[in-house]
């Protein structure tokens, strides 16, 4: 039976495997700050973050352009003792799909297909 869970789910405030409270881009990020080389309320997690889009990409075809998605959010950092990479939070947020197009190299003709 898989256990419920609500979100945003609360991630690890230190490194799980040393316990150290000192964190790589924590520490590169304030560092940033400070310079003034990143907006103050940049990276208000505190850490970086991958997004992932939670739909069917073999369904893409059928993305409405106004169509809204969920998108996991996936706080991490890297402890700065043992350099393990952790999680430190994760959050659901929903956003409208984007439809990229691959732009074709100049010169691509596919009159002759």
């Known amino acids: 039976m898989v256990e419920e869970f609500k979100l945003p789910v609360k991630g ?3 490194c799980p495997h040393c316990g150290s409270k000192e964190r790589v881009l924590e520490k590169i990020i304030a560092k940033l700050k400070e310079e003034g080389k990143l907006p103050k309320e940049s990276f208000p997690k505190g850490a970086a973050m991958w997004n992932i889009p939670l739909f069917d990409p073999a369904r893409t075809s059928i993305l409405a352009p106004k169509m809204v998605i969920p998108i996991a959010l996936i706080f ?18 929903e956003q ?3 439809i990229r197009r691959v732009p074709l190299p100049p010169g691509t003709d596919f009159a002759g297909w």
């Open 12 to 14: 690890a405030d230190s």
């Open 76 to 93: 991490w950092d890297i402890c700065l003792e043992c350099k393990a990479i952790y999680c430190t939070g994760v959050e659901i947020i």
């Open 96 to 98: 409208p799909a984007e």
